[in-house]
């Protein structure tokens, strides 16, 4: 990035950015081609017109009022940019307030993306990114929020939330959701609003609430049947056999084996629906989970029919979300 940038020939402030270009350790050349063992610091300068700035950038007109600041030589006002953000970024959204919409990339990374959504947040111009082209950007991200996780995952839903795309902020705030732990926090993102804690806990409770239920309507449904009492048997579908023994000695097994597994697991009983690691962490547990499969009889035929037999446990964080 150039040291200097200027926004418009009509220029009457300057911003200064502290950055830093970091040294390759391997070459010690810094990002400019100058030689440098260690980091080199660099002071940008942004040449902007006041009243693009301002009327692009509410908190920026702000801090333009304030009387205390000073006039260079040029006679430009002399404005200076936070050490904390991201100068990159913030040449983007100035590219945006002066309409150098063709200095804007067409495929910015989604590091990029975020730090201009936390920079809009920051200074009030979240509509500067509600230009056309960031449909574009969304439909990429997207794809990329179906598969997010960590920073990737706080970073779409920042980006989610400032450009207004829904689908990438819950994309974003699933993945967060599904691999926090309890007292992580809610990682500064202001959509949640403290409810980062709060929303793992729900999937937590739901997912090991339909565990408890699916265990006791099987529970219920061996008692009805071993009680003669075929239509409350009937209400669940666990075991997909036809005769009626066949299907309560395979019912019977299932819950055995569910109950053992789920103990071993540390899921059962799960009391308070409370579990230490993550939502992701929880389905693989369950997933992993080995019932025993009702195959009494020397005959393929009879095996066969006991395949898609199941309590359906390895779904639950699917049919939950």
């Known amino acids: 990035m150039p040291r200097r940038i200027v926004f418009t020939p009509q220029a009457d402030a300057t911003i200064m950015a502290d950055a830093t270009i970091m040294a390759d350790p391997s070459t010690g050349v810094t990002g400019d081609g100058k030689i440098n063992g260690a980091d080199d610091s660099v002071v940008y300068t942004f040449d902007v017109s006041i009243p693009c700035l301002t009327g692009a950038m509410p908190v920026w007109r702000k801090i333009a009022q304030d009387p205390a600041l000073e006039h260079g030589s040029d006679g430009k006002l002399r404005l200076k940019l936070d050490s904390d953000d991201d100068a990159e970024a913030f040449v983007c959204l100035?590219?945006?307030?002066?309409?150098?919409?063709?200095?804007?990339?067409?495929?910015?990374t989604v590091?990029?993306?975020y730090n201009m959504s936390v920079l809009a947040n920051?200074?009030?111009?979240?509509?500067?990114?509600?230009?056309?082209?960031?449909g574009e950007w969304m439909r990429a991200l997207r794809?990329?929020?179906?598969?997010a996780a960590g920073p990737l995952a706080v970073q779409l839903a920042w980006i989610g939330h400032v450009l207004k795309d829904l689908d990438v902020e819950a994309a974003g705030l699933k993945q967060l959701v599904f691999s926090s732990r309890p007292g992580d926090g809610d990682l500064g993102i202001p959509t949640t609003k403290g409810r980062i804690t709060e929303l793992r806990q729900e999937a937590v409770s739901k997912i090991l609430g339909r565990l408890d239920n699916r265990l006791e309507a099987?529970?219920?449904?061996?008692?009805?049947?071993?009680?003669?009492?075929?239509?409350?048997?009937?209400?669940?579908?666990?075991?997909?056999?036809t005769n009626p023994s066949e299907v309560l000695s395979c019912e019977a097994a299932m819950f055995g084996s569910a109950v053992a597994a789920l103990t071993d697991a540390g899921l059962h009983p799960a009391k308070d629906h409370r579990f230490p690691g993550t939502v992701n962490e929880l389905s693989e547990k369950l997933s992993g989970l080995k019932l025993v499969k009702y195959t009494e009889g020397d005959m393929p035929p009879h095996a066969c029919r006991h395949l898609s037999c199941g309590l359906g446990l390895d779904l639950s964080v699917d049919v939950c979300f």
């Open 143 to 147: 794809i990329t929020a179906k598969h």
């Open 94 to 108: 100035l590219n945006i307030a002066h309409w150098n919409f063709d200095q804007i990339p067409l495929t910015p």
């Open 218 to 241: 099987l529970r219920l449904r061996i008692l009805s049947r071993h009680d003669g009492d075929s239509h409350n048997a009937d209400t669940y579908r666990f075991c997909h056999a």
């Open 111 to 113: 590091e990029l993306l």
């Open 122 to 134: 920051k200074y009030g111009c979240e509509r500067l990114l509600m230009m056309p082209i960031h």
